[in-house]
C-alpha cells in the first residue's frame, strides 16, 4: 500500500484500478446508478408505493442510524423487525409481515443468502451494500435489490438500484426522472467535488496539517450529502467514473486477505471473528459482547494507523453479540500491511476482560 500518514482503512484514496478484471455480471437486469445507496433505496420505496398499496416498510432493527434517520424523515411507516445479523444462517421469517408490507433484507457482512418464498408475500428488497457482487447479490430472487456502492468502490460516491434478472415482480422497473432544482443538483456537484478531492488529499497525506485538511474536505462532502432528501441523476461523468469501477472483481482480494489474515490472527477472549464457509467477508469482522470492549480495540487500532468502522453504533438488539469492528482487507493491501495489521490485533491487551467469547 502507498502509506501515507493517514495509515490503513476506512475511506479509499485515489488509485488506478485499470488491472483490476472485471467479473461476470449478467445477473443485473434494469438498473440505474445514483449517488448513494440511500437514493437507491428511496427510488425503489417510491415505485412501489406508486403501483402497490403498503400498509408498513419493515427494516431490520440492526442497520445503519444515517439510513434509519433518513428514512424515517421521508416515509411515515417505517419499522422494524429482529434478526441476528452476525449469524449468516439467520433467515427472515416472511410469514410473519403482511401481502401488504414492503420488507428490506440485508446481505449482512456479504455473508447472508436470502430464500425468497413465492406465492402470497409482501415485496422483498435486498440490501447488497457490504456484499456487492458476493454469492447472495448475484443469485438474488429478490423483487428488486440496492447497494450503497462507495463501501466497495474507489469512487467519491456510489448507488446503485436494480431489479434481478431472477425477479418475479410484475413491479415495472421505472425510468429515472430528471431534478431541475438547481440548487440541489448543484449541492450534489459540490458534495461529489469534495470527496474526490479527498481521495486525492489522503493519497499524499504527510504531515498532520495535511491530514486535518483531507479530514474536513472529507466532512464537507459526507455532511451536504446527509442534508439532501432529493434524487438527483448522476451527472454523465460522475457515472463514468462509477461504472469503470462497477463490476471490478473487488472480492478476489477481500476472499484471499481475509483467509490470509485468519491465518495470523491469535484466539481472543475478548472478541470473535464472523465468518461463513465459502463468504466473501465485507472485512475483517470483529463481533463483541459489549461495546466497552470494541471501543477498547478500536482505539487501539487507531494508535497504530489503523482506522476500523464500527457497524453500527446506536443499534440495540437481544442477542449475545452486539457489536461489529470491521477492519478493512480490500484490494490497497498487500502481506506485508497485512502482517502489520494482524500484529497489532494479537499485541492487543484490554484492560479488563468482559466476557468468554
Not at 208 to 235: A, C, M, W
Request: charged content about 25%; glycine content about 4%; proline content about 4%.
Amino acid at each position: 500500500m502507498n502509506k501515507t500518514i493517514i495509515g490503513y482503512g476506512s475511506f479509499f484514496h485515489k488509485t488506478d484500478i485499470d488491472q483490476i478484471f472485471e467479473t461476470d455480471h449478467s445477473f443485473l437486469g434494469e438498473h440505474h446508478l445514483f449517488y448513494a445507496g440511500r437514493y437507491a433505496m428511496r427510488f425503489i420505496f417510491e415505485a412501489v408505493l406508486k403501483e402497490r398499496k403498503i400498509k408498513t416498510i419493515w427494516l431490520p432493527n440492526y442497520y445503519c442510524p444515517f439510513v434509519k434517520d433518513w428514512l424515517e424523515s421521508t416515509f411515515s411507516q417505517i419499522a422494524y423487525y429482529d434478526i441476528d445479523p452476525f449469524d449468516a444462517e439467520s433467515k427472515v421469517n416472511f410469514l410473519e409481515f403482511e401481502t401488504t408490507d414492503l420488507v428490506l433484507v440485508n446481505n449482512f457482512w456479504g455473508l447472508k443468502s436470502n430464500t425468497i418464498p413465492q406465492g402470497d408475500r409482501p415485496i422483498i428488497i435486498e440490501d447488497h451494500s457490504h456484499g456487492w457482487l458476493t454469492d447472495g447479490c448475484i443469485e438474488s430472487e429478490a423483487d428488486f435489490c440496492i447497494a450503497s456502492l462507495r463501501k466497495t468502490l474507489p469512487a467519491p460516491l456510489g448507488g446503485i438500484a436494480w431489479k434481478p434478472k431472477k425477479s418475479n415482480s410484475t413491479i415495472a422497473f421505472p425510468a429515472l426522472q430528471k431534478n431541475n432544482n438547481i440548487d440541489t443538483v448543484n449541492s450534489m456537484t459540490t458534495s461529489w467535488d469534495a470527496m474526490s478531492l479527498a481521495m486525492q488529499l489522503k493519497d499524499s497525506c504527510e504531515r498532520e496539517q495535511d491530514k486535518n485538511v483531507f479530514l474536513s474536505t472529507y466532512n464537507q462532502g459526507e455532511n451536504i450529502l446527509r442534508d439532501i432528501k432529493e434524487i438527483i441523476p448522476l451527472h454523465n461523468e460522475h457515472e463514468k467514473v462509477i461504472r469503470n469501477a462497477l463490476f471490478r472483481d473487488f472480492n478476489y482480494f477481500k476472499s484471499k486477505n481475509s483467509a490470509y489474515v485468519k491465518t495470523k490472527i491469535s484466539q481472543n477472549n475478548n472478541f470473535k471473528v464472523l465468518d461463513a464457509k465459502n463468504k466473501v467477508p465485507f472485512g475483517l469482522l470483529l463481533i463483541f459482547k459489549d461495546r466497552e470492549s470494541l471501543i477498547q480495540l478500536k482505539q487501539f487500532l487507531v494508535s497504530n494507523d489503523i482506522y476500523p468502522a464500527e457497524l453500527w453504533p446506536q443499534n440495540n438488539i437481544k442477542y449475545t453479540y452486539q457489536f461489529l469492528l470491521n477492519v478493512h482487507l480490500d484490494f490497497r493491501y498487500d502481506t506485508q500491511d497485512l502482517d502489520h495489521i494482524a500484529d497489532v490485533i494479537n499485541r492487543y491487551q484490554p484492560s479488563v476482560l468482559k466476557h468468554e467469547a
